[in-house]
């Protein structure tokens, strides 16, 4: 069964740093478009960074480039999130999502329609 699962979230200062981890099981991570998206209460879910398949193409939403960094262990099946300068407008629930398998992708977005497998989420908390 085809399975994410985040980790890595808690309670952060503002301008301190969290690294998300989005672990994959059931498949390979390396052949699937991966994105992480957030949701703050009473906001609609929005993509934050993916990485493609093929060539590792990676996006990042203007309000966390620079700041945040995604990147993907394939000996370890995992994708990672890397946040740096924590902002209290950072605060959401994270989640990893999946999309591909059969395709190879050199690009990805940042749409979470596109995708079809969500993790189970992750708090992120950015307060002082």
């Known amino acids: 069964q085809l399975q994410l699962v985040e980790s890595g979230g808690g309670l952060v200062q503002p301008g301190g740093s969290l690294r998300l981890s989005c672990a994959a099981s059931?498949?390979?991570?390396?052949?699937?478009?991966i994105g992480w998206f957030r949701q703050a209460p009473g906001k609609e879910r929005e993509g934050v960074s993916c990485?493609?398949?093929?060539?590792?193409?990676?996006i990042y939403t203007p309000s966390v480039k620079g700041r945040f960094t995604i990147s993907r262990d394939n000996a370890k099946n995992t994708v990672y999130l890397q946040m740096n300068s924590l902002k209290p407008e950072d605060t959401a629930v994270y989640y990893c999502?999946?999309?591909?398998?059969?395709?190879?992708?050199?690009?990805?977005?940042?749409?979470?329609?596109?995708?079809?497998?969500w993790g189970q989420g992750t708090q992120v908390t950015v307060s002082s």
């Open positions: 999502a999946a999309v591909g398998g059969s395709q190879l992708f050199s690009l990805c977005v940042l749409t979470p329609r596109e995708y079809d497998y």
């Open positions: 059931g498949f390979t991570l390396d052949r699937y478009v």
């Open positions: 990485v493609s398949s093929r060539d590792g193409n990676t």
